[in-house]
C-alpha cells in the first residue's frame, strides 16, 4: 500500500527526470469479461482514460456502455473543483449497490481524486467495496493490480514523480483526432488550483518522443493532434535540451500533419516567438485557450496568477494583431475569497474588452491543502450564484455573436463523428473551435470540408455541405 501526502506533492525540489520506455506484454487473462469506464474531468483525464482503456482491452476485456453488464467498473476521476468529486461518489453508490449482487464485480477508482489524502482516508473508511485505487503517477501498475487482486482492498498512490513514461500505448476514442501528451504536472501554483498536488511537478516528454508519435498518427491517417499540458508554454524548460515549446509547435506543424491544437497556454510567459510560429503556420489553428480567471489585479494576484490585467490585454491584442481570423477563449473563477463587487465588475469589464469566442465559468471551490482555502472568504454563496449567472449572460451573448458572424460564410470543418442528437447530422469543428452540425452523410467523417453555415446559436453552428 502507498497513501498519499500533501507534503511530498508540494516538493518542488530539483530532480532528475527518468525518462522510462515501456515494452509491457500482457495475456488476455480476462477474455470474455466486460468492462465499464467513466471519465470525468479535463482533456489529460480523457486521454489518461485511453490508456486505461488500451490495458483493460489488453488484459482481454471488451466494452460495455450498460454498467449493470460490467465485470469491472474503472472511474477515472476528477477533483479540480467540489461537484466533480460529487459526481463520483454519487456514481460509486451505483457501484456499490451492483457488487450486492455482483460480488466478483470489480472496481477501480483512478485520476485526480484520489491523490488527495483526504479522500483516501474517506475511501478507507466508508468505501471498503473499492477493490482497486491506483494514483496519477503509476497508471501503469493498473493492469498488473487487476491480475493481482487480493481481497483486501488495494491502495497504490503516489504523491510525486520524477518520471516520464515514453511509449505508452492507448486505445483511441477516434480514428480523426488525437492527444498527445507534451508534460505532466504543473509548478505554477494557483493559489485556488489543486492541479499542482495532483498531477505533480512539470515533467516534460523528449521532443524526438513527440514528434515520433505525430509522425506514427500522421501515417495512421489522423487529421488532427491536440498537444496536451496543464501549461504549454512550460514545455521543454524542465529538459534544458535548448528547445521549448515554440520550438515543438515548429517541428509539429513541419510533420504536415492538416490540423494541431494545444491546450492550455498560460497568459504568463506566452512568447512572441509562440505567437509568431502560430501565425506562421497554416496548419497550426488560429485558437488559442487562455484562461483569465478574473478581472481583478488584487485578485490576480491572491491568485499567484503572475500578470495584470494590462499584461493580459497586451498579449491578447498581440495574438488578435498577428493571426489572422484568431478565436480567443477563456476560463474565469467567480467568488473567489472576497471578491468584491469592484472586483467582479472589473471581471465583466475585461469580458467586455475581449468579447471572447467563448468562455468557461466557475464558481471558486476551495480545495484542501491549497493556498486559497486557508483565505478568509466573507461572500455568501448566494452572492457568487448571482455573479455567476450574470457572467454567463454576458459571456454567452459575446458567444452567440461571434458565431452570428459566421452566418451564410462558407467555413472548413473537419467532420469527427455523428452528431449525438440527430443521426442524419455529422458534427465537427471549424479551424476556430467551434461545433458545426452539418447535414449530410456518415462517409464525410474524417475529411475536412466547405460547410455554409445556415444557423448561429451560443454554443453551436448548423450547416450544410458546400459543393
Ligand atoms: N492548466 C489549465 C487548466 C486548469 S483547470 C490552466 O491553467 O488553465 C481548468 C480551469 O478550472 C481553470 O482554468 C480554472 O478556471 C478552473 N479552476 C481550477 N481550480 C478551481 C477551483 N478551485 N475552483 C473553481 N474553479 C477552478
Ligand atoms: Fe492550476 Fe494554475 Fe497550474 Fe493551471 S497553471 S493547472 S490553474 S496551478
Ligand atoms: Fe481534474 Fe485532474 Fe484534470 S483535477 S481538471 S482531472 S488535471
Partial sequence: MNLPDLC?????????????????????????????????????????????????????FTKTEILEDADIVVLNTCAIRENAKDKVFGYLGRCKHLKKVKPNLIICLCGCLVQQPHEIEEIKKNHQYI????????????????????????IEVFSNSDKVFENVKYARDSQVCAWINIAYGCDKFCTYCIVPYTRGRERSRKMENILREVQALKKAGYQEVTLLGQNVNAYGNDLGLGYNFATLLEETAKIGIPRIRFVTSHPWNFTDEMIDVIAKYENIMPYVHLPIQSG???????????????????????????????AITTDIIVGFPNE??????????????????NAFTFIYSPRV????????????????????????????????????????????????????????????????????????????????????????????LDGIVKK
Fill in 8 to 60: 511530498v506533492a508540494r516538493n518542488r525540489d530539483k530532480v532528475e527526470v527518468k525518462h522510462i520506455e515501456q515494452h509491457q506484454e500482457y495475456e488476455p487473462l480476462f477474455k470474455g469479461q466486460k468492462y465499464f469506464l467513466r471519465t470525468y474531468g479535463c482533456q489529460m483525464n480523457v486521454h489518461d482514460s485511453e490508456e486505461i482503456k488500451f490495458y483493460l482491452e489488453a488484459l482481454g
Fill in 131 to 154: 477493490d482497486i485505487v491506483v494514483g496519477t503517477h503509476n497508471l501503469n501498475e493498473l493492469p498488473e493490480l487487476i491480475v493481482k487482486k487480493s481481497p483486501k482492498q488495494d
Fill in 340 to 357: 468584491t463587487d469592484e472586483d467582479f465588475k472589473a471581471t465583466l469589464d475585461i469580458v467586455n474588452y475581449c468579447k471572447f469566442d
Fill in 296 to 326: 481583478s489585479d488584487a485578485i490576480l494576484k491572491k491568485m499567484n496568477r503572475r500578470y495584470t490585467i494590462e499584461e493580459y490585454k497586451t498579449l491578447f491584442n498581440k495574438i488578435k494583431e498577428k493571426v489572422k481570423n484568431v
Fill in 369 to 460: 491543502g491549497t493556498a486559497a482555502a486557508r483565505m478568509e472568504d466573507k461572500i455568501p454563496y448566494e452572492v457568487k450564484q448571482k455573479r455567476l449567472k450574470e457572467l454567463n449572460d454576458l459571456v454567452n451573448s459575446y458567444s452567440l455573436a461571434s458565431n452570428q458572424k459566421l452566418l451564410g460564410k462558407t467555413v472548413k470543418v473537419l467532420v469527427t463523428e455523428k452528431s449525438e442528437k440527430d443521426q442524419n447530422k455529422v458534427c465537427g469543428y471549424t479551424d476556430t473551435m467551434k461545433l458545426v452540425n452539418v447535414e449530410g452523410a456518415q462517409d464525410l467523417i474524417g475529411q475536412i470540408i466547405d460547410v455554409e453555415i445556415t444557423a448561429a446559436k451560443s454554443f453551436s
